[in-house]
């Protein structure tokens, strides 16, 4: 049997280990110190029982039970915690624990546990974890081809028909994710949540197009019901995904040939469409960029150059600081820069010039072309209409 122990402490897992290394040396035991740890195991390994806690930086326990019960139906849960809440408990049941055990875990109730659950475990048909094995393989093998068949790349001679034969008619769901990090965990949470939602309102499946990008197919039982998967989606995806997402949908498809291009045409459309954004880190990085903008606006500054600041990708960037300050970078600077210059023109004798390259526009034919288009007035005109002091 092979037990995967998630916690973040590490006297928890080292003590858990040892207590099953000792009573049941036939079993493995693998280790994760954090939720994404646990999901790459879950993925690459086959694993039959999950000890896990409940409360760990970036997803509780119950949540990394919650989204992995659709592809590891077959996985066991028992859950560890601190706290003897009753809410936690219930959670725990709900969602199909077999045990919930409270630190400290006293050596005899785990062993018992272990004892019981390796019986059991040992006792199912070899003939339906084979099948699973299959169900997986054959799973992964389907969305593979789907995945090269969606991106416009060659299948090497795999045929894509039988898709089209179970699936007559058909949408498309895109979900992109924007992060700087690997977003390994995310992209199981996608998988997962979408996968659900899918099976409860239609026939389907989800394919990875790339590291931050899925895709769902599904047939609808009720044609209408596509806004309400979305809905949900959106509010899954918004509780368990801690960075901005996008969310993109097509209307029935009933040619199978035409996916290339509909999901050529959903990549085009994220390009310029906002991504929602829940993660904490938004009003800081904006802030942190607005600073870095008035600190350094007499400088060469380009979209570029801030976003890199902040660690965020440029067109992402781009987007949340519109919706953030309600105006567009290359706005916002233009803006800052004609306010100081105006400020210079007003209260000093320096010349047009000189007052360019203070505000960021090393050529001075430039800056007043934008001047004139953004006040009606050229430099000069506005020194004069102000009373400001003349620079000849």
Same mark, same amino acid.
């Given at each position: 049997?092979?037990?995967?122990?998630? +916690?973040?402490?590490?006297?928890?897992?080292?003590?858990? @280990?040892?207590? %099953?290394?000792?009573?049941?040396?036939?079993?493995?035991?693998?280790?994760?110190?954090?939720?994404?740890?646990?999901?790459?195991?879950?993925?690459?390994?086959?694993?039959?029982?999950?000890?896990?806690?409940?409360? &760990?930086?970036?997803?509780?326990?119950?949540?990394? &039970?919650?989204?992995? /019960? $659709?592809?590891?139906?077959?996985? $066991?849960?028992?859950?560890?915690?601190?706290?003897?809440?009753?809410?936690?408990?219930?959670?725990?049941?709900?969602?199909?624990?077999?045990?919930?055990?409270? $630190?400290?875990?006293?050596?005899?109730?785990?062993? +018992?546990?272990?004892?019981?659950?390796?019986?059991?475990?040992?006792?199912?048909?070899?003939?339906? *974890? +084979?099948?699973?094995?299959? $169900?997986?393989?054959? /799973?992964?093998? /389907?969305?593979?081809?789907?995945?090269?068949?969606?991106?416009?790349?060659?299948?090497?001679? %795999?045929?894509?028909?039988?898709?089209?034969?179970?699936?007559?008619?058909?949408?498309?769901?895109?979900?992109?994710?924007?992060?700087?990090?690997?977003?390994?965990?995310?992209?199981?949470? #996608?998988?997962? #949540?979408?996968? @659900?939602?899918?099976?409860?309102?239609?026939?389907?499946?989800?394919?990875?197009?790339?590291?931050?990008?899925? %895709?769902?197919?599904?047939?609808? @039982?009720?044609?209408?019901?596509?806004?309400?998967?979305?809905?949900?989606?959106?509010?899954?995806? *918004?509780?368990?995904?801690?960075?901005?997402? =996008?969310?993109?949908?097509?209307?029935?498809?009933? +040619?199978?040939?035409?996916?290339?291009?509909?999901?050529?045409? &959903?990549?085009?459309?994220?390009?310029?469409?906002?991504?929602?954004?829940?993660?904490?880190?938004?009003? =800081?990085?904006?802030?942190?960029?607005?600073?870095? %903008?008035?600190?350094?606006? =007499?400088?060469?500054?380009?979209?570029?150059?801030?976003?890199?600041?902040?660690?965020?990708?440029?067109?992402?960037?781009?987007?949340?600081?519109?919706?953030?300050?309600?105006?567009?970078? *290359?706005?916002?600077?233009?803006?800052?820069?004609?306010?100081?210059?105006?400020?210079?023109?007003?209260?000093?004798?320096?010349?047009?010039?000189?007052?360019?390259?203070?505000?960021?526009?090393?050529?001075?034919?430039?800056?007043?072309?934008?001047?004139?288009?953004?006040?009606?007035?050229?430099?000069?005109?506005?020194?004069?209409?102000?009373?400001?002091?003349?620079?000849?």
């Amino acid at each position: 049997m092979n037990i995967l122990v998630v +916690d973040d402490e590490d006297i928890i897992r080292s003590g858990i @280990e040892r207590t %099953i290394r000792r009573s049941f040396p036939e079993h493995r035991v693998l280790l994760a110190t954090s939720p994404e740890e646990a999901v790459h195991l879950l993925r690459s390994e086959a694993i039959d029982l999950v000890l896990t806690d409940v409360l &760990m930086p970036g997803m509780t326990g119950l949540e990394l &039970m919650e989204i992995s /019960r $659709k592809n590891h139906a077959h996985v $066991k849960w028992v859950v560890i915690s601190a706290h003897s809440e009753f809410a936690y408990a219930r959670e725990a049941v709900r969602l199909g624990a077999r045990d919930y055990l409270l $630190k400290p875990i006293g050596k005899e109730s785990l062993i +018992d546990m272990i004892g019981t659950l390796g019986e059991e475990i040992a006792k199912e048909n070899e003939w339906s *974890k +084979d099948a699973h094995l299959l $169900k997986s393989n054959l /799973r992964f093998l /389907r969305e593979a081809v789907f995945s090269r068949w969606a991106s416009g790349l060659d299948l090497g001679g %795999i045929d894509p028909s039988p898709f089209a034969e179970h699936h007559p008619h058909f949408h498309l769901v895109l979900v992109r994710m924007e992060s700087d990090r690997p977003v390994k965990l995310e992209h199981f949470i #996608v998988e997962n #949540v979408l996968s @659900e939602l899918i099976e409860g309102a239609g026939t389907g499946f989800v394919a990875s197009i790339d590291a931050k990008s899925l %895709i769902g197919l599904i047939t609808l @039982e009720d044609e209408t019901g596509l806004h309400r998967l979305i809905e949900q989606l959106r509010t899954h995806l *918004k509780r368990y995904v801690k960075i901005p997402f =996008q969310i993109l949908h097509t209307d029935r498809i009933s +040619d199978f040939n035409e996916v290339p291009a509909k999901v050529q045409h &959903m990549h085009k459309a994220a390009a310029s469409q906002v991504y929602e954004h829940y993660a904490s880190s938004g009003d =800081q990085s904006i802030a942190v960029a607005l600073q870095y %903008i008035k600190a350094h606006f =007499q400088s060469e500054l380009s979209l570029e150059k801030v976003a890199a600041i902040v660690y965020l990708n440029p067109v992402y960037f781009s987007q949340l600081f519109k919706q953030k300050t309600g105006t567009g970078f *290359k706005d916002y600077v233009t803006h800052l820069r004609l306010e100081r210059s105006m400020e210079l023109l007003r209260t000093t004798e320096l010349k047009i010039s000189d007052i360019s390259e203070r505000v960021g526009y090393p050529d001075v034919r430039h800056f007043s072309q934008i001047f004139r288009k953004k006040t009606g007035v050229t430099p000069s005109e506005y020194r004069h209409n102000t009373g400001g002091k003349s620079d000849s």
